[in-house]
């Protein structure tokens, strides 16, 4: 019975709800300070060595072939896929070439969408 009546309580007590992005601002850092930047830049890198090994093997190619392709070592694709090294702009847009694949970078300045052609 004591079991229920914690249940009951439980049930009757109000949680207070956060967004994800009150949550990141008290535990990762708000906007802007060196913690938050760091973090949103390894959650785009893991994004994008997710995506990169997802089109590779839509592909059906292994990470040497892709890297044969691109001019890089089986290695460096792998640290791509795996997000453990920041690759310059230009091997992630060989490497979306060789996969065939388009990809598109969006630039906001000042709140203005900016189109790169």
Do not use: C, P, W
């Amino acid at each position: 019975m004591k079991t229920n009546k914690k249940i009951k309580t439980m049930a009757n007590t109000e949680m207070k709800t956060h967004t994800l992005a009150e949550m990141k601002d008290k535990y990762i850092g708000k906007v802007g300070t060196t913690e938050r930047d760091e973090y949103e830049y390894e959650l785009r890198m893991d994004v994008l060595g997710r995506m990169i090994k997802s089109a590779r093997q839509e592909r059906n190619l292994t990470q040497e072939q892709l890297g044969q392709l691109v001019g890089v070592q089986k290695s460096q694709i792998s640290k791509l896929e795996s997000s453990t090294n920041s690759a310059t702009i230009d091997t992630i847009l060989k490497v979306f070439k060789a996969l065939k694949a388009d990809i598109h970078f969006n630039v906001t300045l000042e709140n203005q969408y900016l189109q790169l052609l």
